[in-house]
């Protein structure tokens, strides 16, 4: 089945700056979607953007998707300790119908004080 | 406040015993899902199931089974046939809208270890 993958693996930054996460995938896609997971707890909904769409925003997150490099970036500007997760992008294949999402392994961010 | 339950957030299992692991969710979905997380690693859909009384193997379905006898109901049981239970298990829920996936709401999910 087709996969999502981060980039990079690992990520770490002061608070205030600005981090960058890519995921590729390989098929086709309905829509992409990017979820955070605190340790030891399940995934949170960040955002969804759908393959007609180029660039979307929600408060401090802004994810982009370029379905010709078949990529997506998730930026998450003036980052707080709070921020401190792994993220992931999760993928449906274009016209499958079968309501499943393909995630990838994830971007484990720490945003130190 | 709606959301998803799974319990419990810790179990052992045996050598040779089945296990059941619960996710209720009152968010009126019709879908539900069971992911399986080993540490550093995605998530694993095992099974899934888009109405009541019908479910679909996901990539990881040997060794699992589950029943879906109500909307709000989606136990897994973890069965002896699963050589490697130990991992994090996760439980989701969607609406059903056209083609395409919706958003998913996560439990917090169970811990699964081998005594």
């Known amino acids: 089945s087709q996969q999502g993958e981060e980039d990079p693996q690992a990520l770490s930054i002061q608070e205030g700056e600005n981090a960058t996460m890519n995921c590729s995938y390989k098929?086709?896609?309905?829509?992409l979607q990017w979820y955070r997971q605190n340790s030891g707890r399940g995934l949170v909904h960040l955002i969804l953007?759908?393959?007609?769409?180029r660039e979307k925003h929600s408060g401090r997150l802004r994810v982009t998707l370029d379905t010709s490099k078949k990529s997506s970036s998730l930026l998450i500007t003036a980052s707080r300790a709070a921020d401190t997760a792994s993220y992931f992008c999760?993928?449906?294949?274009?016209?499958?119908?079968?309501?499943?999402?393909?995630f990838g392994k994830g971007t484990k961010l720490s945003v130190i004080p | 406040d709606g959301g998803i339950t799974q319990s419990p957030k810790y179990l052992f299992r045996k050598e040779g015993q089945n296990v059941t692991l619960s996710c209720e969710q009152n968010?009126?979905?019709?879908?539900m899902y069971w992911y399986r997380q080993d540490p550093g690693q995605g998530l694993r859909l095992i099974y899934y199931?888009?109405?009541?009384?019908?479910?679909q193997k996901g990539d990881i379905a040997e060794g699992y089974s589950v029943s879906r006898e109500k909307k709000e109901s989606f136990p897994l049981t973890v069965t002896s046939a699963q050589k490697n239970p130990t991992a994090f298990y996760l439980c989701?829920?969607?609406?059903?809208?056209?083609?395409?996936?919706?958003?998913?709401?996560f439990g917090d999910g169970t811990r699964l270890s081998i005594l």
């Open positions: 999760a993928t449906d294949a274009a016209g499958a119908g079968s309501y499943q999402l393909t």
């Open positions: 098929t086709s896609i309905n829509n």
């Open positions: 199931s888009q109405i009541v009384n019908d479910f």
């Open positions: 989701a829920s969607s609406i059903r809208e056209g083609w395409s996936n919706q958003p998913q709401h």
């Open positions: 953007i759908r393959s007609n769409e």
């Open positions: 968010l009126n979905h019709d879908a």
